[in-house]
């Protein structure tokens, strides 16, 4: 049986090499008709990234914006026999000042036999550059992301991640959490920082979330991001408050299984609610849960990754979006 051989190149330990590359790559290991390596600073595996590169079919690179990644994707377009270049974005790159930096990812994107995204979104600012397209959505292992039963005190943990990139959405709410706060006095806000994205879903089931909070200034950065943040917490089973942009309000149902708000005084209004009443906070929480098992479980997905690759080594044009 002939393999094709996938090299998927992991620049650090954050999210996005681990979502779209290393963990879609790994569950496409078990797919027929695939032989998988993944290689770079971040993969922390014991590999040659300079072999790898030479023995495969394919080469997946994420956010490839660099002088060095043009290099790359030059020296596998130039072999004989020629690499399939894939370039992989999960933001918009093109929000960014740096002009130089964008020129050179033009020419990357051009020079690849195709890109993936993870929204539609991305796809319309992509396909600007490249009209081989394929939205595959960020997805969670959900052996890993699973609720455990911890006991509950009667204190309600409500909870935000992210790093300081992300303060200008928490601010945007700062003073409704302090009103929450003085109000309910069994209510504790954890600000949830940056951990290696392996340790990320065991750090979130040991803070024992009751609600979690996902303020974002309304901009096109933002607007272009992937929903993970509430995928994580769904997965948990944990409800959520989502400010009433894409791409949540994409997939949350309003009072169905999350709650989005367009202000302030609805953020308050609609977190008071789940601290308030205990059965909602379960009904949410376990709907969310249902819809992040349907559409974003990635052994399940992974099935795209391979038509998509598969489309892409035999020079086809597919997208999914």
Known sequence: MKYTKVCGIVRDKGASGFYRVEQPLTFLDD???????????????????????????????????????????????????????????????????????????????????????????????????NDNITVLPSSLDLNIWKPYKIEKDDN????????????????????????????????????????????????????????????????DFNKSKSPIKWIEYSALGIPCVVKDIEPYSNLIIHGINGFLYTNTEEFEFWVDKLVEHPSLRERIGKAAQEYVHEHFDASKNSKYWAEAIKTITEKKCLSLH
């Not at 940056?194 to 979330?209: E, M, R």
């Open 31 to 129: 797919e027929n008709g695939f032989d998988v390596a993944i290689g770079g600073a971040g993969s922390g595996m014991d590999n040659s990234l300079f072999q790898l590169l030479q023995t495969c079919d394919v080469v997946i690179l994420p956010h490839a914006t660099s002088e060095e990644s043009l290099r790359l994707v030059t020296v596998m377009k130039d072999m004989s026999p020629s690499k399939k270049v894939i370039i992989d974005h999960d933001d918009n790159i093109f929000v960014e000042n740096n002009e130089d930096k964008l020129e050179i990812a033009k020419e990357i994107l051009e020079k690849a036999d195709g890109v993936f995204v993870s929204t539609t979104k991305l796809a319309d600012v992509y396909g600007e550059y």
């Open 156 to 219: 309600i943990i409500i909870t935000w991640h992210g790093d300081s990139s992300h303060y200008e959405d928490l601010n945007e709410i700062s003073s409704e959490l302090k009103n929450i706060s003085t109000k309910h006095e069994n209510v504790k806000i954890v600000h949830h920082g940056l951990v290696d994205i392996k340790v990320h879903p065991y750090k979130q089931i040991l803070l024992n979330t009751d609600i979690g909070i996902i303020p974002l200034a309304d901009n």
